[in-house]
């Protein structure tokens, strides 16, 4: 017997079957959040708080990320805050719909006047939650702001891909869309949950950094709105997984945290931070899909991580 709380979650995946419902949803589409200034700082500054305690610095960096979404916002206050080179990679264009030139203005005019990073009153489901949410400003390089927006803002005018500041690959589908040991830095926000080759994902995060280039992702292992209970998503059998994806382009890949860890290391990343969430609801782990009922006791009480890694100097 199906519990009645999956039936609309597979009825949606069922009509992205039907070809114009697909058409009209595809052109709807969006990943909520990334278009709003006030959440591409909050997330921007919370990797950058977390990275500067492992050594990382943003003034003059490249700096990659992976699934931006909506827009390209965050990796904007990356640049704004002292990046010298942003690349967005995502399997969507998403941030082709984007009001970029708004975002650029109110991202300086937060950084200008020195506003605290948005805390978990204003975006509890973001992640890391961090001790101070005080303006950062050790960390920054301000002077010549303004000028560098409006720099960013006469390339994005003229196009993506038009100039040194922005590149963006949607859909990147090579590790050969950046070149290899070009970036300091490649960050994601609640993407890698919805990757759906992570070896691949990883190994060519590997191939892009430099000799001791960090990355640093916030990664949810939980069901998202695809279940009203945090581990609902692992309750699914396959094929009613197959049914609930659907013919979306993307869907969480049901990953728990443990295979990013390992995968990350397996191609040659040193774990720097591993910061986990835990649950201590959902559903009784014998009731899940046989294949997560035997996860390990801590996969099955992570319900999302914020995890820190390093290419080696030397490898
Ligand atoms: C939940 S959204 C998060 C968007 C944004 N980072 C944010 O914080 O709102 C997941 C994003 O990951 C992207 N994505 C899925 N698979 C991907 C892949 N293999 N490579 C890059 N991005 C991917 C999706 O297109 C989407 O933009």
Redesign the pocket.
């Known amino acids: 017997m199906i519990p009645r709380w999956k039936l609309p979650h597979l009825a949606k995946g069922m009509l992205t079957y039907v070809p114009l419902v697909n058409a009209w949803r595809s052109r709807r589409g969006s990943?909520?959040?990334?278009n709003a200034a006030r959440y591409c700082y909050a997330?921007w500054l919370r990797h950058l708080v977390r990275l500067s305690q492992h050594g990382f610095q943003v003034n003059g960096s490249a700096v990659g990320e992976?699934?931006?979404?909506?827009s390209i916002g965050?990796g904007l206050a990356a640049l704004l805050s002292g990046a010298e080179r942003y690349v967005g990679?995502?399997?969507?264009p998403?941030s082709a719909n984007a009001d970029l030139a708004s975002i650029v203005t109110e991202l300086s005019q937060m950084y200008l006047s020195r506003q605290p990073i948005p805390g978990h009153d204003e975006f509890p489901a973001v992640r890391p939650r961090l001790t101070s949410y005080d303006f950062p400003s050790d960390l920054l390089r301000l002077e010549g702001l303004s000028e560098r927006g409006a720099q960013v803002m006469s390339e994005l005018r003229r196009g993506f891909n038009s100039g040194e500041y922005v590149t963006y690959r949607a859909p990147?589908t090579s590790v050969d869309d950046v070149a290899s040991g070009s970036l300091d830095l490649i960050f994601?926000?609640?993407?890698l949950q919805?990757?759906?080759d992570l070896e691949q994902?990883y190994r060519a995060m590997f191939a892009w950094l430099k000799p001791g280039g960090f990355s640093s992702h916030a990664i949810p292992c939980h069901g998202q709105h695809l279940s009203p209970f945090w581990n609902g998503h692992w309750a699914y059998s396959d094929a009613e997984w197959q049914i609930v994806r659907g013919r979306r382009?993307?869907l969480i890949n049901r990953e728990p945290l443990s295979t990013h860890l390992r995968t990350a290391e397996r191609v040659g990343f040193d774990i720097l931070q591993v910061e986990r969430q835990y649950a201590d609801d959902g559903l009784d782990p014998q009731t899940l899909a046989r294949r997560f009922r035997t996860l390990d006791a801590e996969d099955l009480v992570t319900r999302g991580a914020m995890v820190i890694l390093r290419k080696p100097r030397t490898n």
């Open positions: 990943t909520g959040g990334s997330v992976l699934g931006p979404g909506d965050t990679l995502d399997v969507v998403y990147w994601s926000q609640s993407a919805a990757v759906d994902t382009k993307w």
